[in-house]
């Protein structure tokens, strides 16, 4: 069991990550009405939101160093502030602004940061191989990194996912594996597209540790990946984990989700794992009900700065979208 | 009578003592591909380097190209120096998200944040009945996606410097090497694969073009093996009086459109001999290149002999059909005089 000061951590990263998210989805949705034009408004582009999904970050990065190499999916925002990236830069690149993180060239699929090691892919499943070029690095310049690589249970059906622990698994590389299992890939339910129930099995076939964790619950996670990361540092070898999460929102914000029933998604709003876990962290005397609330307080007001900073930051030089092509 | 003290190698030669050279010098390097180990690479540009540098720093990789592609992008990333081959670029398909959404696009993306800094290696070119599938060069196309830098050498010389300096290039640079120009001894022998290699490390800038022969009648704009066939056929129409320049690009991107318009300036015809596809590709663009940079200066309207847009075909008087050759290249230049 984690000690206080990491549940503290891990409600806070959870709870500043909820609220940076909804404050995207509310700019997302200026000048969208009421018509959707996914090219109107302060965020133009496709927007992919990860509430619900926070355990697997808290989880996974309470263990994990800013020089530990982490690579996400399209649905990157809560991983990129588990591991530390800067609110505010994250927030500035979403907004397509000059003091953004690629200065408004990747946008939020396309997020990287030398300061925490960070990438990611907006293609399924071909972000997992880079993770492993991190560990080989490390092995072989006798670092004790960790790479960590986060996919849906989508891109455990790519040729990327089966290749990259394929190498890891061969060359024993300090790689962690997570697949962040939410049910489906955008419309299509897991059980139509995946032929055996539990991704964590596939590990059986790389000769690595596979774990289920089955709940959405950040201690379980912290639990499981500490062991995993903790045998990466020391030369163990890569590990698959699996976390059974849940998906709140839609794919993307504007799917008219026709594909779920409006009684399954309050069903999901209810058991919402961060709700759970404040209740459960305050039913044990971890967290007052005022340290909660200070807690939404003090994130709120670390979002709100960061909105701001990107929403009165510049735009580009238009005629800067050429540089940088080559170093 | 002179003593010849000059050193000669074949191409594969000269890019094998390229990497050995740079692994001495940068224990960040390391390689990693196919049967680069113990078999030395199918096309021997790794020979003798396992014996040399060890597993660790020539590293066999599984037939698993979006992994390891992947994992020297990655590996680059985190501050090492990976060269990555790929057997035959025909091979890409099945791994060309890595290339060209990921390897060639981070930097850019990273807003110029994060660096790239690998080299992948790769066969070209066919004229050897190795059907469809194994004898593209493809070049024009990975040209046309933006952020990796693209290196297809002609003599042994070139090999290596051209190599040294993608090793040492902080961007992505694709090393596109015919296997027609390596020296292999299970090749149609070529004398022009063989030539004089300075014994110590050296550079060759990439995005320069070199002119391989001078001339004043018309210019041949080519690269790779065609540069040979060209020199060849540049022979031959001396011999009736026509002098042609050979300008050998060297490198695709950056396309050194410089020396393009120049030697076009100076013959005031332009032919240009490409064994990748025609259409929408490598001569196309260095056409354009000339039109708009010397289009004063054209005594004719440039001509182009490249592979015809149809899949190689594997048997020999097809694929011969196709090719551009020694004696094609010749009439193409008459008929651009006449």
């Keep these: 069991m984690p000690d206080n000061d990491v549940l503290r951590e891990m409600h806070h990263q959870m709870v500043r990550i909820r609220l940076f998210e909804e404050s995207i989805q509310q700019a997302y949705l200026e000048g969208k009405t009421p018509a959707f034009d996914i090219a109107a408004g302060p965020v133009p582009g496709e927007m992919h939101l990860a509430a619900g999904q926070e355990p697997v970050a808290a989880g996974v990065c309470a263990h994990l160093r800013a020089s530990d190499a982490v690579t996400a999916t399209h649905r990157p925002h809560h991983i990129a502030l588990a591991h530390g990236m800067d609110m505010k830069r994250l927030a500035a690149e979403i907004f397509g602004k000059e003091t953004g993180l690629g200065h408004g060239r990747g946008g939020h699929m396309h997020l990287f940061d030398a300061a925490t090691n960070f990438g990611c892919s907006g293609i399924v499943g071909e972000g997992i191989p880079t993770a492993v070029g991190h560990a080989l690095a490390y092995k072989k310049q006798g670092r004790d990194n960790v790479a960590v690589s986060f996919f849906g249970e989508g891109a455990a059906n790519q040729g990327a996912f089966h290749e990259a622990l394929n190498l890891a698994a061969l060359w024993k590389l300090p790689v962690l594996f997570v697949c962040e299992d939410n049910a489906w890939a955008i419309s299509v339910p897991k059980e139509k597209a995946t032929a055996i129930a539990n991704n964590a099995d596939r590990a059986a076939a790389y000769g690595i540790p596979g774990v289920l964790v089955p709940d959405n619950d950040p201690v379980a996670v912290y639990e499981v990946a500490g062991e995993a990361v903790a045998r990466a540092r020391r030369g163990g070898g890569p590990s698959l984990i699996e976390v059974k999460t849940d998906r709140l929102l839609g794919h993307f914000e504007g799917d008219p989700q026709m594909y779920r029933s409006p009684e399954e998604l309050a069903r999901l709003k209810d058991r919402d794992a961060l709700r759970a876990f404040e209740r459960r962290l305050i039913e044990t005397a971890v967290l007052t009900a005022a340290d909660a609330q200070a807690t939404w307080d003090r994130a709120r007001a670390e979002v709100d700065e960061a909105i701001q900073f990107a929403r009165t930051s510049p735009y580009p030089e238009p005629a800067a979208a050429l540089l940088h092509v080559f170093a | 009578?002179?003593?010849?003290?000059?050193?000669?190698?074949?191409?594969?030669?000269?890019?094998?003592?390229?990497?050995?050279?740079?692994?001495?010098?940068?224990?960040?390097?390391?390689?990693?591909?196919?049967?680069?180990?113990?078999?030395?690479?199918?096309?021997?540009?790794?020979?003798?380097?396992?014996?040399?540098?060890?597993?660790?720093?020539?590293?066999?990789?599984?037939?698993?190209?979006?992994?390891?592609?992947?994992?020297?992008?990655?590996?680059?990333?985190?501050?090492?120096?990976?060269?990555?081959?790929?057997?035959?670029?025909?091979?890409?398909?099945?791994?060309?998200?890595?290339?060209?959404?990921?390897?060639?696009?981070?930097?850019?993306?990273?807003?110029?944040?994060?660096?790239?800094?690998?080299?992948?290696?790769?066969?070209?070119?066919?004229?050897?009945?190795?059907?469809?599938?194994?004898?593209?060069?493809?070049?024009?196309?990975?040209?046309?996606?933006?952020?990796?830098?693209?290196?297809?050498?002609?003599?042994?010389?070139?090999?290596?410097?051209?190599?040294?300096?993608?090793?040492?290039?902080?961007?992505?640079?694709?090393?596109?090497?015919?296997?027609?120009?390596?020296?292999?001894?299970?090749?149609?022998?070529?004398?022009?694969?063989?030539?004089?290699?300075?014994?110590?490390?050296?550079?060759?800038?990439?995005?320069?073009?070199?002119?391989?022969?001078?001339?004043r009648d018309l210019t041949i704009v080519t690269l790779s093996l065609m540069v040979h066939r060209a020199l060849d056929a540049a022979e031959d129409l001396a011999k009736e009086g026509i002098e042609a320049e050979v300008l050998d690009l060297r490198s695709v991107i950056p396309l050194d459109r410089e020396a393009i318009v120049a030697s076009v300036r100076k013959t005031h015809r332009l032919l240009v001999v490409d064994e990748d596809y025609q259409s929408f590709g490598l001569s196309g663009e260095v056409i354009t290149t000339a039109v708009q940079g010397a289009f004063d200066s054209l005594d004719a309207p440039p001509a182009r002999l490249a592979y015809p847009d149809v899949p190689i075909p594997y048997s020999r008087p097809l694929e011969q059909f196709c090719l551009p050759n020694r004696e094609k290249i010749v009439a193409a230049a008459k008929q651009l005089l006449a």
């Design chain 2, 1 to 215: 009578m002179a003593v010849e003290t000059k050193r000669l190698l074949t191409t594969s030669k000269a890019i094998s003592e390229a990497f050995a050279q740079e692994m001495e010098r940068d224990p960040s390097v390391f390689l990693m591909g196919e049967d680069i180990g113990v078999y030395g690479g199918i096309f021997g540009a790794t020979t003798g380097l396992l014996e040399r540098f060890g597993p660790e720093r020539v590293m066999d990789t599984p037939i698993s190209e979006t992994g390891f592609i992947g994992a020297a992008i990655g590996a680059a990333l985190s501050g090492m120096r990976p060269v990555a081959e790929l057997m035959f670029v025909d091979f890409f398909g099945v791994c060309m998200d890595q290339i060209y959404n990921h390897m060639a696009k981070i930097h850019y993306e990273s807003g110029g944040n994060l660096k790239v800094p690998m080299v992948l290696t790769t066969a070209i070119g066919g004229g050897y009945s190795d059907g469809a599938q194994h004898s593209q060069t493809l070049y024009g196309m990975f040209a046309h996606l933006p952020g990796m830098k693209i290196v297809v050498p002609s003599t042994p010389y070139d090999a290596k410097g051209l190599m040294i300096s993608a090793i040492r290039d902080d961007n992505p640079v694709l090393y596109m090497f015919h296997k027609g120009i390596m020296g292999l001894g299970w090749m149609t022998p070529n004398p022009r694969a063989t030539g004089h290699v300075p014994e110590e490390p050296y550079t060759v800038p990439i995005g320069t073009a070199d002119v391989k022969r001078a001339g």
